[in-house]
């Protein structure tokens, strides 16, 4: 069903209207792009409440919906939200939760991931871990994405090996690290 974004006002919003604007996420290619604008220009602290509820539904596309706006949001003070998606038992979820942490370059973020990498049974989440520990990844990262380049035997879905990407993130994280900060 087709909605017209345009027809919402940040200062009306209720909570009805902030479901079915997460429903609407990736509906259009600039979805997301409007309705992160309404939401911010709205009511922080009435937004964040009817997200963080949402982030609890049922319906998991919806969870991982408002959990990635909160994550556009908030920033790191999303981290909560997303450590939630990590407990979810559908992998699908948990890899949702790892794209986000790789958007919050922070200690806890990190920490995290290397929690899945090291511990989560699926070499979906695995792969994922690893992928977004090359994103945010700095030296602290190193030793763990070292032993599963050399004890990850898993793959994901699609058969790419899990100890292939995590020597592909230590490589990136030694050249970031070796290039100077741009001023």
Same mark, same amino acid.
């Given at each position: 069903?087709? *909605? ?13 209207? !902030?479901? @079915? ?13 409007? $309705? ?11 937004? !964040? ?12 596309? @919806? /969870? ?14 999303? *981290?909560?939200?997303?450590?939630? +998606? ?27 991931? @290397? #929690?899945?990498? #090291? ?5 979906? !989440?695995?792969?994922? /871990? ?8 700095? +030296?602290?990262? $190193?030793? !763990? ?16 090996? $899990? ?9 990136? @994280?030694?050249?970031? #690290? #070796? ?5």
């Amino acid at each position: 069903m087709k *909605i017209d974004l345009g027809k919402f006002d940040s200062s009306k919003l209720k909570r009805d209207d !902030v479901k @079915i604007l997460v429903e609407r996420m990736y509906t259009t290619l600039d979805a997301n792009e409007i $309705i992160r604008g309404l939401f911010a220009s709205a009511d922080r602290t009435f937004i !964040v409440s009817c997200l963080g509820g949402l982030s609890e539904d049922p319906n998991l596309d @919806i /969870a991982c919906n408002a959990v990635e706006m909160l994550v556009s949001l908030e920033g790191t003070n999303a *981290i909560h939200w997303v450590a939630k +998606l990590l407990d979810n038992e559908d992998d699908l979820v948990r890899c949702a939760g790892c794209r986000l942490l790789s958007r919050l370059d922070c200690p806890e973020a990190r920490a995290y991931l @290397i #929690q899945c990498l #090291q511990n989560d049974k699926s070499g979906n !989440v695995r792969f994922n /871990a690893a992928e977004s520990l090359e994103a945010i990844g700095d +030296l602290s990262t $190193i030793e !763990v994405l070292n032993h599963a380049a050399e004890s990850d035997c898993g793959t994901d879905f699609e058969g790419r090996p $899990i100890s292939e990407r995590a020597l592909r993130s230590i490589g990136t @994280i030694l050249r970031r #690290q #070796q290039s100077p900060e741009p001023s």
